[in-house]
């Protein structure tokens, strides 16, 4: 990769960036400066953070931080009292962004509705009040299974002004799903919605919460939010939405909390046992967040910000705290980012709602890759200021695609990666750094980021390592939700005192970093590693591919072989014709140890709601073994069709 591949921002937007303003607030030169700084002093870091960009306390800490359990069990801002929302919601009712437009929503079929800070704010109260009524009170879990509309947000923070724990779930899940995360969480209360519309057909939400009430003793009531044409069911536990709001005041003081107190538990899949609930506090998302969103990621209180994401993934969450924490506006897309009945639904509401911030995923851009691109030359994109990715390693051609043809060399394409472990990123890019095709211009601030062979030295430059934290960040999880040996074991187990991430990666000689998947997807043969993505990519330099998931098997003489799956546009005129050339291009793209011994073509491939291919359920069902939690499975049909391209 030479120097002039490398994406250069525009100087108008170097100059203008909340990081430049940073740098010069506090004296540094540059970006790598202020990272060593932060590494070397992180008290001082943090306290720095959280005064410049001014989060409300109701009673200042004494201390920052409190490493007598570190790394594994930091404590942030001793002795301080906070919620979130007064930080998120409450403190711009008394400035100019009380009447601007906090959220604004659109469905699949275009309707739209707008809600102000003002507006946003007394919802939230309304709502607080509606579950106080129900008994709900401080430290209760509340669950949310909601699609992405203005009411969801609203739940989301009348919980936290409460005290209570949110326990946001995906809005696809199935009952069981569901069962699993009420009973472990001990939910007392859900939040609901009668349906909702994606990929062009109305989805019934409420059958799936009936299913698992059952199951779910601990539930008191479900406060349900009917849709146009939809009905409440008649199950007693289900309480009208509007009924419960208009009887519930218009004003709910926010409770006064410790940074101990859990704001929300995010439930991720593993690939055994049940999923992982990972606890949130108050101060930490708030402390990060300022890091990665607004000093690296530059969200500004004028952008329109859009992540097509759901409260299932931790960025549903991040979506609605990162633009209230700047007072910027998020935009709620209910549906899917693409579908048969609109495929470049995610690119045209950048037109249609003048998008200046707009988050992707790298398989997203994948598969708009593939589609007939006549389309995109009636969008403007102008509106583009900052395209943030994150979610798997880019392979070149997408990250080239997405660079000429969604951020037009206008917008930034700033790739991050971290995770739903930490509210954020390991290693990141910015606006004030030349960034790499598929990489990550620099490690972010206070993560103390270092690459690590498994006898825990140091990888050298270019060597493929185990990506890990040195330094236990402000976010960081308190823990994992009732089973904090399970925490320890997973993530402070393979080297002492230092977070394993449980990533692929690389750092370059010019500070530059690469990602090259999930350790436990990596695949290495003969001693070589490659990311699936790589594979896939070049996959799908074939027109007859749309989509491909590769992945490592056992092999009597290899040791380590690789089996992709493919999703063809229409069947070949000759099957032994495609396979040929697809290993060819392998060999030639990749490497020829990295050839796969076995092409399978299947109808689909198992995706999550954030479109992330779940490729340990591909391997599972290739190999005939468990796969896992399967709760955050989109697609389960694709499980089938795995089945019936064999092998």
Not at 254 to 272: C, I, N, Q, R, Y
Not at 430 to 451: H, K, W, Y
Not at 518 to 533: C, E, H, L, Q
Request: proline fraction near 6%.
């Amino acid at each position: 990769m030479t120097q002039e591949e490398y994406y250069i921002p525009r100087e108008e937007i170097r100059k203008s960036s909340n990081l430049a303003a940073f740098l010069k607030e506090t004296g540094f030169e540059n970006y790598e400066a202020l990272c060593e700084a932060s590494n070397k002093d992180p008290d001082w870091f943090w306290d720095l953070i959280l005064k410049w960009q001014g989060i409300v306390f109701d009673q200042p800490y004494e201390k920052i931080r409190d490493t007598t359990n570190a790394p594994q069990f930091t404590d942030w801002c001793i002795g301080a009292k906070l919620n979130l929302v007064r930080t998120c919601i409450d403190r711009h009712l008394n400035t100019n962004r009380a009447d601007k437009v906090a959220i604004e929503a659109i469905t699949e079929t275009g309707e739209r509705r707008q809600w102000t800070y003002r507006r946003y704010y007394e919802e939230s109260c309304r709502i607080a009040g509606a579950l106080q009524a129900e008994g709900i009170s401080r430290g209760d879990a509340v669950a949310i299974y909601m699609p992405m509309i203005p009411e969801m947000a609203a739940a989301f923070m009348a919980i936290a002004r409460i005290g209570a724990i949110a326990i946001p779930l995906f809005s696809g899940f199935a009952a069981p799903a569901i069962a699993l995360r009420i009973n472990d969480a001990d939910v007392k209360a859900v939040v609901t919605a009668t349906s909702t519309i994606r990929g062009g057909k109305s989805v019934e939400m409420t059958a799936a919460i009936e299913e698992a009430l059952p199951q779910s003793p601990t539930v008191r009531s479900v406060l349900c939010l009917v849709r146009e044409g939809d009905a409440l069911p008649s199950n007693p536990l289900f309480k009208d939405w509007q009924a419960s709001l208009s009887a519930a005041p218009p004003f709910e003081e926010a409770v006064s909390l410790t940074p101990k107190d859990p704001l929300f538990v995010a439930f991720t899949s593993g690939t055994t046992g049940k999923p992982k609930g990972v606890v949130q506090n108050h101060i930490g998302i708030l402390g990060k967040t300022a890091t990665d969103f607004t000093l690296c990621l530059d969200m500004k209180e004028k952008d329109r910000h859009l992540w097509m994401t759901d409260m299932g993934w931790v960025m549903g969450p991040l979506t609605l705290i990162s633009t209230s924490l700047v007072g910027a506006t998020v935009i709620l897309a209910e549906g899917a980012p693409t579908h048969a009945g609109d495929p470049f639904r995610l690119l045209k509401l950048v037109d249609e709602l003048e998008i200046s911030h707009m988050g992707i995923a790298p398989t997203v851009a994948r598969q708009l890759m593939t589609l007939d691109q006549s389309p995109l030359k009636n969008l403007s994109l102008s509106s583009l200021r900052i395209v943030p990715s994150t979610g798997e390693a880019w392979t070149p051609d997408a990250w080239h695609w997405m660079r000429d043809n969604i951020c037009r060399n206008r917008a930034v394409p700033l790739n991050i990666s971290g995770g739903t472990e930490l509210v954020g990123a390991i290693v990141t890019s910015t606006v004030m750094q030349d960034i790499p095709p598929c990489g990550f211009s620099a490690e972010n601030l206070a993560v103390g980021a270092r690459i690590l062979r498994d006898d825990a030295s140091e990888a050298d430059i270019g060597e493929v390592g185990e990506l890990v934290m040195t330094q236990s960040p402000m976010g960081l999880t308190m823990g994992l939700w009732k089973d904090n040996d399970r925490y320890l074991q997973t993530y402070w187990s393979t080297y002492k005192d230092i977070w394993h991430h449980g990533d692929w990666a690389h750092k370059n000689e010019d500070g530059t970093w690469h990602i090259h998947g999930r350790s436990d997807d990596t695949i290495n043969v003969a001693g070589k590693r490659v990311g699936p993505p790589e594979i896939e990519g070049a996959l799908m330099e074939n027109p007859a591919v749309a989509d491909a998931a590769a992945i490592a098997v056992p092999d009597d003489i290899k040791g380590v072989g690789v089996v992709c799956y493919c999703v063809l546009r229409e069947a070949p005129a000759s099957g032994d014709d495609l396979t040929r050339a697809l290993k060819q291009i392998v060999a030639e793209r990749v490497g020829k140890p990295f050839s796969p011994r076995e092409i399978l073509y299947t109808r689909d491939l198992p995706k999550t709601r954030s479109m992330k291919t779940m490729r340990r359920v591909v391997r599972a069902t290739y190999l005939d073994e468990h796969p896992g939690d399967l709760s955050s499975l989109s697609n389960p049909e694709a499980i089938n069709a795995l089945k019936k391209a064999g092998h």
